[in-house]
T-cell receptor, first 115, second 113 residues
Framework: EAGVVQSPRYKIIEKKQPVAFWCNPISGHNTLYWYRQNLGQGPELLIRYENEEAVDDSQLPKDRFSAERLKGVDSTLKIQPAELGDSAVYLC?????????????FGQGTRLTVV | DQQVKQNSPSLSVQEGRISILNCDYTNSMFDYFLWYKKYPAEGPTFLISISSIKDKNEDGRFTVFLNKSAKHLSLHIVPSQPGDSAVYFCAATITGGGNKLTFGTGTQLKVEL
């Protein structure tokens, strides 16, 4: 079974430039998450999707971040414009249920460096 | 406000010995707890979980203990192996909360030969 796939693995951009990350969850997983992990910290949730609906985006900085999950499968997270403080690892995860307790499966992440 | 705390940033043990990783939480609403392991340049991988209705869950060399009154859980690895060297994250969630995980800051485990 293929795991959660993210691309790119690494991205270096100048501040004020836009950047986008892509995620393909595990087949059949309706719930998709985007987490951000700062250096030396644990991952923090940015947004959660149930199918194509964003059901929890309370932690997403909406002035510069946006996300979409068209057709309830793949998802894209965008930052525009990027700031130095956005440098982090962006992790996508998926789970089979957003209502029952079950583990989430994580992708390898995209390491973003803003210079 | 750090709701899940891992106060030991690092731990070093000898191969074959027991590794004990600790985690404390402050939110009494948390009722499901998970441990994830993370190797460099990889995403976290699920290791073991425990529901608040239990005080122990075991899976091979890994055992998680939960002390609800103390709001404390621990992960025991025995015997420890060099391949266990990784960062271990404790995470907590609330049933019905969409599996939103609140993570600790992680503990770097090093198993030495």
């Amino acid at each position: 079974e293929a795991g959660v796939v993210q691309s790119p693995r690494y991205k270096i951009i100048e501040k004020k430039q836009p950047v986008a990350f892509w995620c393909n969850p595990i087949s059949g997983h309706n719930t998709l998450y985007w987490y951000r992990q700062n250096l030396g910290q644990g991952p923090e949730l940015l947004i959660r999707y149930e199918n194509e609906e964003a059901v929890d985006d309370s932690q997403l900085p909406k002035d510069r971040f946006s996300a979409e999950r068209l057709k309830g499968v793949d998802s894209t997270l965008k930052i525009q414009p990027a700031e130095l403080g956005d440098s982090a690892v962006y992790l996508c995860a998926s789970s089979s249920s957003g209502t029952m307790n079950t583990e989430a499966f994580f992708g390898q992440g995209t390491r973003l460096t803003v210079v | 406000d750090q709701q899940v705390k891992q106060n030991s940033p690092s731990l070093s043990v000898q191969e074959g010995r027991i590794s004990i990783l600790n985690c404390d939480y402050t939110n009494s609403m948390f009722d499901y707890f998970l441990w994830y392991k993370k190797y460099p340049a990889e995403g976290p991988t699920f290791l073991i979980s425990i529901s608040s209705i239990k005080d122990k869950n075991e899976d091979g060399r890994f055992t998680v203990f939960l002390n609800k009154s103390a709001k404390h859980l621990s992960l025991h690895i025995v015997p420890s192996q060099p391949g266990d060297s990784a960062v271990y994250f404790c995470a907590a969630t609330i049933t019905g909360g969409g599996n939103k995980l609140t993570f600790g800051t992680g503990t770097q485990l090093k198993v030495e030969l």
